[in-house]
């Protein structure tokens, strides 16, 4: 499918397509059927190897060490690290990491940036984003944040407990949202501070037991529970100005949001290319499965809906690239999530056994993918602003011109 992504954006794509086929998928499919982890020291040579190809982090400006690419034009390329299980650490453009580089990109002090964005860009660094918390805490509603942090001189004094807080197990440092004035409503009472994993009264207790997490590499970033009691940092390490922190989550889950949805779409087009390449190989009942029209139509179904959320994502993008693009965003994860489940899905049934085994990687995908519904917000909290959005604008004269019923009459007829 061509879409008419700029000369730049597909020359990139390209080089990535590369390394993603010479280098990470044969090493990929090696450690799947090897059952072998693939090390970080290996990880270390992909990201050197990415470096000396101009693939690595595409989403981070060159003065910090990546390629400077706009939503836009990074699209294609995290599309493409989708592909591959560890494709996007492969080039530095995983989750948590491309997002907490993108705030600290934004709205860090030169200072910040020294200190934590650029080790961070070259892997010396590791960080994670706090923000969701257990019982009644921030999660689908972030308004229910619990944790604070109180001033005290020139440092803050940290209380609270968090959970599903992706590589907080390995993190050098956590993006923690805290009340920071508790009079005031907390879209103006919050703050994002930086917590350093070896501050005083940090706990990290333990990874969440989930779904997916495909174990093929040493260090599984895993989603963790943290604990922050009397936690003191100097109020230098607030992210951004104080009391922004609902504006900063919201840049950083605009963008997060988007990178989801072009990762997960190139895991759903190649499920579909394993999927296709199984129907062709294999016969039942006389002809080759890809013969059969109860399965062509529904892999012509899958097309038209991933090209249709691939579509829409390029749209989102550049909407971002220019503006703040909320709903275009909102209805991108929530579109592109519930498609590249379903892909993923039918490529597991077209695959039968080989859909659930894992020399493909079909199944991990699988796996993986389900949490896309629930991350960045749930489809129906994205529902929920798409929703409040559609009613906005609605023209009641239109309403009274086109429905010319008699009042009385249609109390009557409501009596009878
Ligand atoms: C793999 C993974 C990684 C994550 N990484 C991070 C991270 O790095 N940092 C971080 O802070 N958080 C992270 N999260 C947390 C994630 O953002 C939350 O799980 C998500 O926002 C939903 O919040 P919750 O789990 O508290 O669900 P809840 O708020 O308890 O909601 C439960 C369910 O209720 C439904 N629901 C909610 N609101 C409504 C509504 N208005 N109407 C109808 N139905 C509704 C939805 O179906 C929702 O799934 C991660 C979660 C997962 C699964």
Same mark, same amino acid.
């Given at each position: 499918m061509e879409y008419h992504d700029s000369e730049k954006a597909k020359e990139v794509a390209g080089r990535v397509e590369e390394f993603m086929d010479e280098v990470v998928i044969p090493r990929e499919r090696e450690a799947l059927a090897t059952g072998e982890e693939i090390t970080m020291d290996e990880i270390h040579e992909m990201w050197e190897m990415a470096k000396e190809r101009d693939l690595f982090a595409p989403q981070?400006?060159?003065?910090?060490?990546g390629q400077g690419l706009d939503f836009s034009d990074m699209l294609p390329s995290f599309e493409q690290v989708g592909r591959s299980l560890i494709g996007a650490l492969a080039i530095r453009a995983n989750a948590p990491q491309e997002g907490n580089m993108h705030t600290l990109e934004m709205v860090g002090t030169e200072e910040q940036k020294e200190e934590y964005l650029r080790p961070l860009v070259q892997g010396e660094l590791s960080s994670a984003f706090a923000m969701t918390e257990p019982k009644v805490g921030a999660g689908s509603d972030p308004k229910m944040l619990q944790s604070t942090a109180v001033k005290d001189g020139d440092e803050w004094v940290i209380n609270g407990h968090k959970w599903w807080t992706s590589d907080g197990l390995g993190a050098d440092f956590y993006l923690t949202m805290v009340r920071t004035d508790l009079d005031a409503h907390p879209y103006e009472g919050t703050s994002i501070i930086l917590v350093p994993r070896d501050a005083d009264g940090v706990d990290v207790v333990r990874n969440v037991p989930h779904l997916g997490g495909h174990g093929i590499t040493e260090r599984e970033g895993g989603h963790a529970e943290v604990k922050f009691d009397n936690v003191r940092v100097p109020v230098e390490n607030t992210i951004g100005e104080e009391g922004e922190g609902f504006q900063i989550a919201q840049m950083r889950l605009g963008g997060?949001? +988007?990178? %989801?949805?072009?990762?997960?779409s190139g895991m759903a087009e190649r499920s579909l290319d394993v999927a296709k390449a199984y129907l062709q190989?294999? &016969?039942?009942?006389g002809s080759? +499965? &890809?013969?059969k029209q109860a399965l062509r139509h529904r892999i012509a179904d899958a097309e038209t809906q991933l090209h249709a959320a691939r579509t829409m994502v390029r749209h989102a993008a550049r909407e971002l690239d220019r503006n703040d693009a909320r709903i275009e965003v909102a209805m991108s994860k929530m579109f592109a999530a519930n498609v590249t489940n379903e892909t993923i899905d039918l490529a597991v049934q077209c695959c039968g056994g080989n859909g659930i085994g894992k020399d +493909?990687?079909?199944? %991990?995908?699988?796996?993986?993918?389900?949490?896309f519904r629930i991350v960045d917000g749930a489809d129906e909290v994205h529902r929920r602003s798409i929703a409040r959005w559609a009613f906005e604008d609605v023209d009641e004269v239109e309403i009274e011109n086109t429905l010319q019923f008699d009042d009385d009459l249609r109390i009557d007829a409501l009596d009878e």
């Amino acid at each position: 499918m061509e879409y008419h992504d700029s000369e730049k954006a597909k020359e990139v794509a390209g080089r990535v397509e590369e390394f993603m086929d010479e280098v990470v998928i044969p090493r990929e499919r090696e450690a799947l059927a090897t059952g072998e982890e693939i090390t970080m020291d290996e990880i270390h040579e992909m990201w050197e190897m990415a470096k000396e190809r101009d693939l690595f982090a595409p989403q981070v400006p060159a003065e910090y060490g990546g390629q400077g690419l706009d939503f836009s034009d990074m699209l294609p390329s995290f599309e493409q690290v989708g592909r591959s299980l560890i494709g996007a650490l492969a080039i530095r453009a995983n989750a948590p990491q491309e997002g907490n580089m993108h705030t600290l990109e934004m709205v860090g002090t030169e200072e910040q940036k020294e200190e934590y964005l650029r080790p961070l860009v070259q892997g010396e660094l590791s960080s994670a984003f706090a923000m969701t918390e257990p019982k009644v805490g921030a999660g689908s509603d972030p308004k229910m944040l619990q944790s604070t942090a109180v001033k005290d001189g020139d440092e803050w004094v940290i209380n609270g407990h968090k959970w599903w807080t992706s590589d907080g197990l390995g993190a050098d440092f956590y993006l923690t949202m805290v009340r920071t004035d508790l009079d005031a409503h907390p879209y103006e009472g919050t703050s994002i501070i930086l917590v350093p994993r070896d501050a005083d009264g940090v706990d990290v207790v333990r990874n969440v037991p989930h779904l997916g997490g495909h174990g093929i590499t040493e260090r599984e970033g895993g989603h963790a529970e943290v604990k922050f009691d009397n936690v003191r940092v100097p109020v230098e390490n607030t992210i951004g100005e104080e009391g922004e922190g609902f504006q900063i989550a919201q840049m950083r889950l605009g963008g997060g949001r +988007l990178t %989801h949805c072009m990762r997960y779409s190139g895991m759903a087009e190649r499920s579909l290319d394993v999927a296709k390449a199984y129907l062709q190989e294999r &016969e039942a009942f006389g002809s080759k +499965l &890809e013969d059969k029209q109860a399965l062509r139509h529904r892999i012509a179904d899958a097309e038209t809906q991933l090209h249709a959320a691939r579509t829409m994502v390029r749209h989102a993008a550049r909407e971002l690239d220019r503006n703040d693009a909320r709903i275009e965003v909102a209805m991108s994860k929530m579109f592109a999530a519930n498609v590249t489940n379903e892909t993923i899905d039918l490529a597991v049934q077209c695959c039968g056994g080989n859909g659930i085994g894992k020399d +493909l990687p079909i199944a %991990h995908f699988y796996e993986s993918v389900r949490e896309f519904r629930i991350v960045d917000g749930a489809d129906e909290v994205h529902r929920r602003s798409i929703a409040r959005w559609a009613f906005e604008d609605v023209d009641e004269v239109e309403i009274e011109n086109t429905l010319q019923f008699d009042d009385d009459l249609r109390i009557d007829a409501l009596d009878e």
